[in-house]
């Protein structure tokens, strides 16, 4: 494991209360516990308070002949793309069992590796966070996730882990009709009939462990309606068997999710960049649901990245004080303006008109927005927005909500807007937050008649609405060079304390 980490540490499971990790470091964990060593991979990031868990998989031929006898991460090359805390655990089974290539944490009949590794990701999330001061449930803020194989055990851990939740794309969901349960069976439970091994159903079908624990886990899982074999052997099985969940197993109002796709790809896992999204927004709703506030800390986190970098500029004499101040005003006064591109595509003759709008609304028809598709027009304002619109031309009428464009040495950088409501002609089209900047944009588009008029209402929230103290504290940067330091300390300090007060609220 040393190959791919950057601190490795053995250490036994009563001594995790003492462990001390580092932020932005993976580092490599051997844990002793129960007389055998369980593997894992934690990269902390700083300022969250979210974790995703990470499973191993089945091995191909060549993957088992590689990983002989070490072990296999699956997924661990993506940490740098989960903007979460990450820990990756490996399977012990396929140590006991050198002859399978895959073992659901199975484990032996005197040690279920799943229940061990429950354990320790509990030790190890106690360790992490102060869930006294994060008035959430405890362990509410682990996720799990999994594919195929490592989706089933997924599901397991979010059953053994009260109040987590699992994320499980294709999973297997009864090992005893799954098409490799034969070598399971030759190998784990070697010399056993039939009815010994239904003493450990529960490690083998989700719906035992459900009815043996008697927890509803809070799941979300991603069934393939196109997998015919899947089908048959997993999905409609555990479909039929939904009826068996008694109502007063779920003291926590968790719901198990079924999301039914349709890949057409036999047995075909979500691509990566699908995979973080689906994890993203299940912590989205998951957080909601604890009333946590990620958009206030998402723009505190991308606001502070910047306004340190332009300090470190100045206080490495790359600018002077005046530019310091300059970029610093500038930027955060585009972090208090709102930025629509509005078009009525169509032909080069397609355009619009302004034809009523409130005196601090700022309209202009730049060059560069006129092309073969008609002529644009940018839309800004520090206040919500009342707009009427004449369009010119029958065509598509077509309002892209962002951020400003704003610029530091030539590169974009995040300028976060959170719109909350739009109308059209009265007629609502959204009331939800959108967190958006220049790069990240939310489109609206309906077809338009020649002279037709359009009238839109838009409210947004700025960083300055959730956060107003920052307009003092900027100012305050302002004139006073010799407590530059010292202002420019207690601004960062209002933000870090800001963010985690969003973080545990």
């Not at 869930?131 to 594919?147: E, T, V």
């Not at 851990?157 to 009709?177: C, G, H, K, V, Y």
């Not at 030539?410 to 220049?438: A, G, M, Q, T």
Request: proline share 3%; hydrophobic share 35%; glycine share 4%.
């Amino acid at each position: 494991m040393k190959d791919i980490v950057n601190n490795l540490i053995s250490i036994n499971f009563d001594e995790l209360n003492n462990l001390k990790l580092n932020i932005n470091e993976k580092t490599g964990l051997v844990i002793d516990y129960k007389n055998c060593k369980y593997e894992f991979i934690i990269h902390l990031v700083e300022f969250d308070t979210n974790l995703v868990i990470l499973g191993s998989s089945f091995l191909s031929p060549q993957q088992k002949e590689k990983f002989k006898n070490r072990p296999y991460f699956e997924r661990q090359s993506w940490f740098k793309d989960i903007k979460h805390n990450v820990i990756y655990y490996n399977d012990p089974t396929v140590y006991d069992y050198e002859e399978i290539n895959g073992g659901w944490g199975i484990g032996t009949p005197d040690n279920w590796h799943l229940e061990n590794i429950a354990e320790i990701i509990k030790k190890l999330s106690d360790n992490i966070f102060d869930y006294d001061a994060m008035k959430i449930p405890k362990y509410g803020n682990l996720f799990f996730y999994g594919s195929s194989m490592g989706g089933f055990m997924s599901i397991v851990l979010s059953t053994l882990i009260e109040n987590s939740t699992s994320i499980a794309d294709s999973p297997q969901l009864n090992l005893f009709t799954w098409w490799y349960w034969d070598e399971l069976k030759k190998y784990c439970f070697k010399g056993m009939s039939d009815e010994d091994i239904l003493q450990y159903s529960y490690r083998l079908d989700i719906m035992d462990l459900i009815n043996t624990k008697k927890v509803i886990p809070n799941s979300y899982i991603i069934l393939d309606c196109t997998d015919q074999r899947d089908w048959d052997s997993q999905n409609r099985n555990f479909l039929n068997r939904f009826d068996s969940l008694p109502y007063y197993y779920n003291r926590q109002n968790n719901n198990i999710n079924l999301h039914f796709v349709g890949k057409g790809l036999k047995h075909y896992m979500l691509s990566k960049s699908e995979t973080l999204n689906f994890i993203d927004n299940i912590i989205k709703i998951r957080n909601d649901n604890f009333n946590y506030n990620p958009i206030e800390s998402e723009m505190l986190n991308t606001f502070k990245e910047l306004i340190t970098k332009i300090f470190y500029s100045y206080e490495n004499k790359n600018i002077p004080y005046s530019q310091f101040i300059h970029e610093i005003n500038f930027y955060f006064e585009n972090w208090n303006t709102c930025r629509l591109d509005v078009k009525n595509i169509g032909t080069e003759n397609n355009s619009i008109e302004i034809i009523e709008k409130d005196e601090n609304i700022i309209t202009d028809f730049p060059q560069w927005f006129k092309d073969q598709q008609g002529t644009g027009c940018v839309v800004s304002s520090k206040y919500p927005i009342h707009l009427k619109i004449r369009c010119l031309q029958k065509g598509n009428f077509s309002v892209a909500f962002k951020g400003p464009d704003y610029r530091y040495r030539e590169k974009r950088y995040p300028v976060h807007i959170c719109y909350n409501n739009f109308k059209v002609n009265n007629k609502l089209e959204f009331s939800k937050d959108f967190l958006l900047w220049h790069n990240l944009q939310h489109i609206f588009s309906q077809k338009c008649e020649d002279n037709e008029i359009i009238d839109l209402k838009i409210e947004f929230k700025t960083i300055n609405d959730y956060f107003p103290e920052l307009a003092s504290l900027i100012d305050a940067l302002n004139g006073n060079e010799e407590n530059l330091k010292y202002n420019f300390n207690i601004l960062i300090d209002y933000i870090n304390n800001s963010i985690k007060e969003n973080n545990l609220q």
